[in-house]
């Protein structure tokens, strides 16, 4: 697997990775969200020391991570239930 090396900016801070390079977009990208969010938490709290505000914001994307996998989990349960109710429609039938 290639990697790259990336630079990226977050919280006025210069960060360099070693990342697969098909995977450069999205670190970059994940890079952006992240400073996007501790900016705006940087606004909202302007008191707040960066150390508080880093985990604020790592607790913030690990709710919403948590969120999006009972998503899926209720999803995947849904769709498990449709497929046995499919193949019992179609064991009946047959």
Not at 33 to 61: C, F, H, W, Y
């Amino acid at each position: 697997m290639e990697t790259q090396a990336v630079t990226v900016q977050i919280f006025g801070r210069t960060l360099k990775f070693n990342c697969p390079v098909e995977e450069v977009d999205a670190l970059t990208n994940a890079a952006k969200d992240l400073d996007a969010r501790l900016t705006n938490l940087r606004e909202k709290s302007p008191q707040v020391g960066s150390d508080q505000l880093i985990m604020t914001a790592a607790l913030n994307i690990s709710y919403e991570l948590t969120k999006e996998k009972e998503k899926s989990d209720e999803f995947a349960h849904r769709l498990k239930m449709l497929q046995q109710l499919l193949d019992s429609a179609l064991n009946t039938n047959n």
